[in-house]
């Protein structure tokens, strides 16, 4: 008599960018058994971003097609036999995967690492009912904290790094320039938890109300209007440190325009490409100008600020969406403008 071999168990459905503008939800072969430091994790629930978005028009230099999204990840933990004890609950992954070995890497800043890979940016993503993961990308999510504000880890690690490269000091003035997830997350961090006085902008009336909501000043669109506001409101001094925050040629030249003197920028936006920035005032003014990249450390205090409230996901999240129509929830943000600002994937 012939014994059937035991089930296969099924590694689920995934969402995969074919090409641009092309997204397939489809079975997944079935995940290997994971091995030593790894995990095995299940998508709860996943956020999408821009980055997502330029993958999706096909505008990312970094991005490789056909490509399993998801970057921002809530998962339940299935199987990691390095830590048990995180078998059973819900984590928030790293999406990163630096190489280790450069000199970012070897500095402790492997969130520039030379070689960075990026899930569902250069590797596989986990918009999936099965991902293998490192154990060593996994954070454990408090209990007391939602899932909906669990999914926000990962943007706000981002932000938080942002914000730690442009070391705010309470009572410093900073402007923050685009009020999408990002810019509306370092305004909730600088109000929040930094203790600055934050003016955003953005050229979308309704979103520059959520950063209102979150303790931001609005600024006028206009350049010149948007100059004297913030002179007035500062005697004259302008703002400590500026966030870039677009990505837009614009607003990234008036960056330099709204920065005082001995202040900082911070440019967390991607350009499309290089872009022209005013260096006469960067040297008239001694302006520290920063990148910002990813994030390093960032997960256990961006958890405890989630577990703290620091962010209410009801004023981000504005669109939930199960995982069969992926397709839709990329088309939403192709299409702008709908009052979408962060989409949600459910498993
Ligand atoms: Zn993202
Ligand atoms: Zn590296």
Redesign the pocket.
Known sequence: MEIAPPPVPSAGRRVVLDRPGVVAVRDADAAPPPGSGQALVRLRLG?I????LSAFRGTSPLVSYPRVLG??LLVDVARCPDRPDLEGRRAVVSPLLPCGACRACRRGRSNCCADLRVMGVHTDGGLAGATLVAASQLHAVPDGVSDETAVLA??LT?AYHAVQRGAVDAGQVAVVLGAGAIGLLVARLLVGARGARVWATDVDPWRLQVAERMGAHPLPGDPAAMLRTLADATRGELADVVFEATGHPACTRLATDLVGHAGRIVLIGWNRGPTEVDTVALMRKEVDLLGSRNSVDAFPPVLRLLEGGLVDPGALITHRFPMEEAGAALRLLDAGGGRALKVLIGA
Do not use: A
């Open positions: 956020g971003c821009g980055s997502d970057h921002e990962e943007p981002v």
